[in-house]
């Protein structure tokens, strides 16, 4: 027969053993979550990058096509002197107009 003290070396040495198999499952439970979320934040980067260089690519092909349209800078002048000389006295009458809906409306 075990003694008493038997007996409870034999348990230790069994919960020691179970911490250890739980230990080490916790680790690799651990592992397999951190390279988890490492190919995550891997696969997020490479989205990033790819939509930045689709991003380049679009604005590059839109000033292309921008300059190509503007031809001279002489042209370009006078298009932004006759949008200047357009936009305005438009804006200010809209201005004038709108400040006094809301001067009206203040007042009631």
């Known amino acids: 027969m075990l003694s008493f003290l038997e007996v409870l070396t034999t348990k230790t040495k069994k919960e020691k053993n179970m911490s250890a198999t739980e230990t080490k499952k916790a680790t690799a ?35 292309k096509d921008v300059l190509s349209k503007l031809g001279s800078p002489e042209e370009f002048q006078a298009k932004l002197e006759s949008m200047r000389a357009d936009a305005f006295p438009q804006a200010r009458k809209l201005i004038g107009r709108n400040s006094g809906i809301v001067s009206a409306r203040a007042a009631k």
Do not use: D
């Open 29 to 63: 439970a651990t592992s397999e979550t951190i390279g988890e979320l490492f190919h995550e934040a891997i696969r997020s980067y490479e989205k990033a990058l790819t939509a930045g260089i689709q991003l380049q690519e679009e604005s590059v092909n839109l000033w």
